[in-house]
Structures are given as structure tokens and as C-alpha cells.
């Protein structure tokens, strides 16, 4: 069912480096991506695919991984993603991309979960730094990186706090809990 991938769609960090994801995963990931809706069917995006150490050591400096923990910076060594999928927009195609690249990366990631994998979709990127590192010409905005991989940690989701607070956390354990708003919370009562 749609709603089990979802549910099993986490914000994955850590990943066990010795399950390796090869190129021809990859494409099948690209092709969701490339069967997804996108605006006046312009198909503006284009993908960088990185399964290799070599390519992954030098995507993963660029990338912020989870601002609300602060005393963590990343994961560790054994605990990288073992792909990346750089998602970019091409400016000679389109100037503006709007919710494309979104689209594109929920459809990835629910293929990444049906194959059972995890990643993690980051906006927070060193988009200068990567253009450089991985020489992207400059027509191509760089939009997002998902990081994917085996996942080697548990996400669970919880009600959201008396408080109200939507801040993930990781427990004693090294559980990661993500709270989450009720669905009446989110439907609206007009008229």
C-alpha cells in the first residue's frame, strides 16, 4: 500500500556503508522521476548519479544533515550513504522549476523504500562548493541531493507534544523521533 511506503519514507541519517547501491538502481530510481508529473511538461530536471567512494567523499562535505541537532555533525565513518542522487534544473530548458524537483524526489524516495532502502532528501547543501567539487556547468541549478543508503538507524513517528513542539530528537537510545501534528489539526472547518 502507498500509505506503508510513506509510513517507511523517514528522514534517514545513518546507513550502513557495507550495503552498496549500484547505477543500475540508480536509473530505476530516475526513471519514477522521470514518469512523474512535472510543469507544462517541460521535464526540466536532470540527475547526477554517485554510487562510487571516490564521487561519494566528495558530495558528502557539501551537505548540512539535521539542524535541529546540534551536537551532531553528520555521520560517521560506516555510517555514510552509499549513493547520492544530485537532483539539478536546467536553466536552458526552464529559468524557474517550481515544485518539480519535489515531486521528483518523494518519487525516488518511495522507490528507494519499496527496494528497501532509506535516504534522506537535503535542501541544506554547499551548492558552490559541489559545482566546483563535481565540475556542474553553470546551466544547471542545483536544486537538492538525496542522500540514500541501507538505513542503520530506527525513525519512529509520534504525536505531537502538549507543547506543540516539532522539533525531531534523538532518545537515550539513539532512536530518532519525529513528532508529528494530528490529522484534525491539519484539515480546516470552512464555511
Known amino acids: 500500500m502507498v500509505k506503508d511506503l510513506v509510513q517507511k519514507n523517514r528522514s534517514y541519517r545513518r546507513f550502513d556503508e557495507t550495503n552498496i547501491i549500484d547505477e543500475?538502481?540508480?536509473?530505476?530510481?530516475?526513471?519514477?522521476?522521470r514518469l512523474s508529473p512535472t510543469a507544462?511538461?517541460?521535464?526540466?530536471?536532470?540527475?547526477?548519479?554517485?554510487c562510487q567512494a571516490e564521487m561519494n567523499s566528495k558530495i558528502f562535505p557539501s551537505l548540512?544533515?539535521?539542524?535541529y541537532l546540534n551536537d551532531w555533525s553528520g555521520p560517521a565513518e560506516g555510517e555514510r550513504p552509499t549513493a547520492y542522487i544530485i537532483i539539478l534544473g536546467d536553466k536552458e530548458v526552464r529559468e524557474?522549476?517550481?515544485?518539480?524537483?519535489?515531486?521528483?524526489?518523494?518519487?525516488?524516495?518511495?522507490?528507494?523504500v519499496e527496494k528497501g532502502l532509506g535516504g534522506c532528501i537535503i535542501g541544506s547543501?554547499?551548492?558552490?562548493?559541489?559545482?566546483?567539487e563535481l565540475c556542474i556547468p553553470e546551466r544547471y541549478a542545483i536544486l537538492l541531493v538525496l542522500a540514500l543508503g541501507k538505513p542503520a538507524e530506527?525513525?519512529?513517528?509520534?504525536?505531537l507534544p502538549d507543547d506543540g513542539?516539532?522539533?525531531?530528537?534523538?532518545?537515550?537510545?539513539?532512536?530518532?523521533?519525529?513528532?508529528?501534528?494530528?490529522?484534525?489539526?491539519?484539515?480546516?472547518?470552512?464555511?
Open 24 to 33: 543500475a538502481l540508480l536509473k530505476e530510481l530516475i526513471e519514477l522521476a
Open 40 to 50: 507544462s511538461n517541460m521535464q526540466p530536471l536532470k540527475f547526477c548519479l554517485s
Open 64 to 67: 548540512a544533515w539535521a539542524g
Open 96 to 112: 524557474s522549476f517550481g515544485i518539480d524537483h519535489g515531486i521528483a524526489a518523494q518519487s525516488i524516495m518511495l522507490g528507494a
Open 125 to 132: 547543501v554547499k551548492r558552490e562548493e559541489l559545482r566546483k
Open 154 to 159: 530506527k525513525v519512529v513517528i509520534d504525536p
Open 165 to 191: 513542539n516539532t522539533r525531531y530528537y534523538r532518545d537515550e537510545e539513539g532512536v530518532h523521533h519525529v513528532p508529528k501534528r494530528s490529522l484534525d489539526d491539519l484539515i480546516l472547518k470552512l464555511c
